[in-house]
């Protein structure tokens, strides 16, 4: 599989403000963009009958793997299937596309349907809920600011407002029974590139003077909703 280097920071307001300067003039913004510049992500996880995907990244497991269903803007004519691998600060990615039949299947009945053309993602996804017995356990909702750059096919991406629900179902509504994970003024940038990341926008980024960090919106959201729903921790 093809791996990219994936790394995150978390920054402050004035820190983000900073680099949305810089990034605007340097990158161009991810073409799926609204007339913000940015797009809304809302992400169902899922995870075994032991909570391997929690535990292993608990336990800071160096090669492990996320399922979820995405959609952007609450487009439900479009919604993904991604399974994520990681190894180290390296990952991969791999999707297909499903329809709102399959995707209520797979959230509301733990269950994808049999198909003859089966792509990696779905036939990955399909073993592992038929042997793993894999189900939903977390909605993930935030804003994403998307930035890319064609040499080292560089993707720098701004989230914030992140939040959690423990209601997988509210997938396929607009709810607003969600926690924030981060506090106020707190955001997240995610730096990933192919080969290399051009010295002009790591210079840009100012990453030399900021903390680099594990955080993980899956396991975060899963543990500060522990008490609520997760109760085999």
């Keep these: 599989m093809k791996y990219r280097v994936e790394k995150k920071y978390i920054c402050n307001a004035k820190e983000l403000a900073i680099i949305q300067s810089r990034l605007k003039i340097l990158m161009k913004s991810d073409p799926n963009v609204n007339i913000a510049k940015e797009y809304t992500v809302k992400s169902v996880y899922f995870d075994d009958y032991q909570n391997s995907g929690f535990y292993d990244n608990q336990s800071g497991i160096n090669a ?21 691998s990681k190894l180290n600060t390296y ?21 994808l349907p049999n198909i003859s053309d089966m792509s990696p993602a779905y036939s990955k996804t399909y073993l592992k809920m038929k042997i793993d017995l894999l189900k939903p356990v977390v909605t993930v909702e935030y804003v994403r600011e ?12 701004l989230d914030k407002n992140i939040t959690a629900s423990s209601c997988t179902k509210d997938f396929f509504t607009n709810s607003n029974n969600r926690i924030p994970l981060l506090p106020s003024g707190s955001f ?33 959201s899963r543990l500060m909703l522990k008490n609520t729903f997760f109760k085999t921790i």
């Design 64 to 84: 492990r793997s996320k399922y979820r269903i995405r959609t952007y803007n609450n487009d439900l004519s479009t919604i993904k299937l991604e399974v994520k």
């Design 91 to 111: 990952t991969n990615k791999i999707s297909c596309p499903l329809s709102l039949i399959q995707a209520k299947q797979a959230i509301l009945n733990h269950n």
């Design 146 to 157: 998307p930035y890319v750059y064609k040499e080292g096919n560089v993707r720098i991406t």
């Design 188 to 220: 997240v940038l995610e730096v990933k590139y192919d080969g290399f990341l051009p010295t002009h926008i790591y210079n840009a980024l100012n990453l030399k003077n900021m903390d680099q960090t594990a955080f993980s919106k899956y396991y975060l």
